[in-house]
């Protein structure tokens, strides 16, 4: 019955986005692109470890970093939102200071939540059950149980007939953790993040090794609230020994999600003869990738009024319409861009030539299948794409059909938004099922789309 009854909630939620056929403005400037995904959720996370007070100010208000919020209060962190202005203000308790809940958390539509939390929860002195939406509960789980296993943690999940991994409810025991040397089999900040929270409960040190590099959001923000961590190339080195605290005298300014950005700047190279501005936008090396994937393609992208006086720099991002050639991806950027490539095979669509992107088979395990419904979402608009184990060609400017499009977002936000943007740049109507998945990291996308209209 309440598998019934949260499978009805899930439909009822469900809702579409139409857009008619309409012209873009030529000279325009964001502001209020929403803050960094990634650093709001770990802001929580490490505000709450912390012996101090932390204040962040530009914090995501979106569902996903609000199950993160909720979350830690019910595990008895005092934590008070200011919608308004977008600041939280969390008073630590210490590394030691998380309470039991008699509830079973819920992250919502996170995997970046239920990956992170669980590495915390795994240290914990009592039991606790973690879980999700409908999507949440297909996201496979074994990636971090594994070697959380490794370390001492004690997790059960749910195990899916004619298949090998373990799926949330995840089940977490009292468990002591011992130090690990870890080297993830593929690159994943969400695993590798997961492994060094955990390892702040060990006096002993932990070496996570990556075979790639990838987002360092959590090395460093540990970094920064004092933690025993050491980075040599790909190896990270992590313990317990010192206690975390927030050493800011002041509100932490989150950056504008790079991201989230990242649809705008595809528009606006896709827009002829266009000059956007996208205002205090993250620029993390290991985040601004796709702006150097897009100059390789002929985009004109330029950085200004750089800001490196908080834990993360940020800037404005200048973009000119540009004429696109397609490229292929070089296998070392593909970490830095798996959440952007979506929108990079819009980009691709009304690009010359094709578009290659190979070893991004951790597509396949995000909010859908990214290699098929990014297929699903190309073709919709006629476009020529070959789907790989691994990734995908397509061939740019193959039919860009006149015709209205239809797609099915399958609750994956980025599939829908990016879907937006390819009716945006060919001036087409659209509609999208199921776009209520897109409050969960971009609340005002649509109200930006109509700030952009002429």
Same mark, same amino acid.
């Not at 996903?64 to 308004?84: A, G, Y």
């Not at 370390?151 to 004619?162: F, L, Y």
């Given at each position: 019955l309440a598998m019934l009854l949260k499978t009805m909630i899930h439909f009822l939620a469900m809702t579409q986005l139409i857009l008619k056929a309409s012209k873009l403005k030529n000279t325009h400037s964001i502001s209020n692109i929403p803050g960094d995904k990634s650093i709001s959720h770990r802001a929580?996370?490490?505000?709450?470890? %912390? &012996?101090?007070?932390?204040?962040?100010?530009?914090?995501?208000?979106?569902?996903?970093?609000?199950? @993160?919020?909720?979350?830690?209060?019910? =595990?008895? *962190?005092? /934590?008070?939102? &200011?919608?308004?202005?977008?600041?939280?203000?969390? #008073?630590? #308790?210490?590394?030691?200071? =998380?309470?039991?809940?008699?509830? #079973? =958390?819920?992250?919502?539509?996170?995997?970046?939540?239920? +990956?992170? *939390?669980?590495?915390?929860? %795994?240290? #914990?002195?009592? $039991? @606790?059950?973690?879980?999700?939406?409908?999507? /949440?509960?297909? +996201? $496979?789980?074994? +990636?971090?149980?594994?070697?959380?296993? &490794?370390?001492?943690?004690? *997790?059960?999940?749910?195990?899916?007939?004619?298949? @090998?991994?373990?799926?949330? $409810?995840?089940h977490i025991h009292p468990s002591k953790i011992n130090a690990v040397n870890y080297t993830l089999p593929v690159a994943s900040a969400q695993v590798k993040s997961a492994l060094l929270f955990a390892s702040l409960f060990s006096k002993n040190p932990s070496t996570i090794i990556e075979p790639e590099s990838c987002r360092n959001h959590t090395e460093i923000m540990l970094q920064n609230f004092g933690a025993d961590i050491h980075i040599a190339g790909k190896s990270i080195t992590c313990s317990g020994k010192n206690e975390l605290s927030n050493p800011y005298k002041k509100t932490i300014t989150i950056p504008s999600d790079f991201s989230s950005a990242a649809f705008f700047i595809v528009l606006a190279c896709l827009i002829p003869n266009s000059n956007w501005t996208l205002k205090h936008i993250g620029i993390n090396p290991t985040r601004g990738t796709l702006i150097d994937i897009l100059i390789q393609m002929g985009a004109t992208i330029t950085l200004k009024n750089k800001n490196t006086q908080d834990m993360e720099p940020f800037a404005d991002i200048e973009i000119k319409g540009s004429e696109l050639h397609n490229i292929e991806i070089p296998k070392e950027s593909i970490p830095f861009i798996i959440d952007e490539i979506p929108v990079l095979a819009i980009a691709g669509l009304f690009a010359k030539g094709t578009l290659i992107v190979k070893n991004a088979k951790e597509l396949r395990v995000k909010e859908s299948d990214r290699i098929k419904t990014t297929k699903a979402l190309i073709e919709a608009f006629g476009g020529s794409i070959k789907e790989y184990e691994d990734g995908f060609s397509l061939i740019g400017q193959s039919s860009i059909l006149p015709s209205p499009v239809i797609i099915q977002s399958q609750g994956d936000h980025r599939i829908a938004m990016s879907g937006a943007i390819g009716a945006l740049a060919s001036q087409r109507d659209i509609t999208i099922h199921n776009t209520d998945c897109i409050k969960t990291s971009f609340p005002n996308f649509e109200n930006l789309i109509k700030d952009a209209l002429l």
């Open positions: 929580i996370i490490l505000g709450s470890l %912390a &012996n101090n007070t932390s204040i962040f100010q530009n914090f995501l208000m979106s569902e996903d970093c609000l199950h @993160t919020v909720k979350i830690f209060q019910q =595990l008895s *962190i005092p /934590i008070t939102l &200011n919608k308004e202005n977008k600041t939280v203000t969390i #008073q630590g #308790q210490g590394l030691y200071g =998380l309470k039991p809940c008699e509830t #079973q =958390l819920d992250v919502g539509n996170s995997g970046t939540g239920i +990956r992170l *939390i669980t590495g915390i929860l %795994a240290a #914990q002195s009592f $039991p @606790t059950t973690i879980s999700g939406d409908h999507s /949440i509960e297909k +996201r $496979p789980m074994k +990636r971090i149980i594994t070697p959380l296993s &490794n370390m001492g943690a004690s *997790i059960t999940g749910i195990s899916i007939e004619g298949k @090998t991994d373990i799926y949330p $409810p995840l």
